[in-house]
């Protein structure tokens, strides 16, 4: 099994009409994100314990909400709020 990310709940209910530029920046940080934790937790199936906390990223002007599980080697980002304009 190898390290992924999605939206959680859903694509749609996460992102909310953002912008398709800022979500494709989204979208390239959620991968270098994954390539991080894959790094850090070599053998994600094996940890023990509740995990990482909620994390908050500046994403082009906007924020990234975003939690690492290393069980299911997967980043799921669950909220993003694009900049004003």
Known sequence: ???????????????????APFLAVVEEK????????EALHLDGSGYHGSGEPMRYLDVAGGLMTYYVVPR??????????????
């Open 30 to 37: 959620a991968a270098e994100l994954v390539r991080a934790a």
């Open 1 to 19: 099994m190898t390290w992924s990310w999605e939206y959680l709940p859903s694509q749609e209910r996460v992102t909310g009409g953002a912008p």
């Open 72 to 85: 299911l080697r997967l980043v799921v980002v669950c909220q993003v709020t694009a900049p004003p304009g």
